[in-house]
């Protein structure tokens, strides 16, 4: 269960003034950089990245970025403490019922802090309104 999120920094950059008028809904990142235990708490460092364009092409300009960074503190049991360690040591991902937990709150919290950097820019917000499913493959 997420007890504590925190975002540390916030970057907010417009590369093309020019290409603000096409510039398309961003590309959404979200990456799990660092993953620490004390005890029954988990803090887990994170990037969240909202990149846009002029268009979605591979080659299209590029309009400017959002760049949210921070860390998401769970508690748990220590058994389940010990399954995403095990999980992160060995294939450095997270259990997908906790994984899904993060990028959840994450795309929520980050969305809303970072609709006001967007405005601020004259940038489309980086909204996700749906919740996201993780399947194993």
């Known amino acids: 269960m997420i007890?504590?999120?925190t975002i540390s920094s916030v970057?907010?950059?417009?590369?093309?003034?020019?290409?603000?008028?096409?510039?398309?809904?961003?590309?959404?990142?979200i990456s799990l950089d660092t993953v620490n235990v004390d005890g029954t708490k988990v803090k887990i460092g994170y990037t969240f990245?909202?990149?846009y364009h002029e268009g979605d092409a591979k080659?299209?300009?590029?309009?400017?970025?959002l760049k949210l960074g921070g860390t998401v503190e769970l508690?748990?049991?220590k058994d389940k403490v010990s399954a995403i360690m095990k999980s992160w040591?060995?294939?450095?991902?997270?259990?997908?019922?906790?994984?899904?937990?993060?990028?959840?709150?994450l795309?929520?919290?980050c969305s809303a802090t970072g609709t006001l950097v967007a405005y601020a820019l004259?940038?489309?917000?980086?909204?996700v309104i749906s919740t996201t499913k993780i399947q194993e493959g």
Do not use: H, W, Y
Not at 16 to 21: H, N, P, V
Not at 93 to 99: E, K, M, Y
Not at 122 to 127: A, C, K, N
């Open 107 to 109: 795309n929520f919290r």
């Open 11 to 29: 970057e907010g950059k417009i590369t093309s003034t020019e290409s603000l008028a096409k510039q398309r809904f961003p590309k959404l990142n």
């Open 59 to 65: 080659d299209a300009k590029n309009v400017g970025t």
């Open 3 to 5: 007890t504590g999120f």
């Open 75 to 77: 508690t748990d049991s």
């Open 89 to 105: 040591n060995d294939k450095k991902t997270l259990p997908v019922d906790v994984a899904e937990e993060i990028i959840n709150g």
């Open 122 to 127: 004259g940038l489309i917000p980086p909204l």
């Open 49 to 51: 990245l909202a990149d």
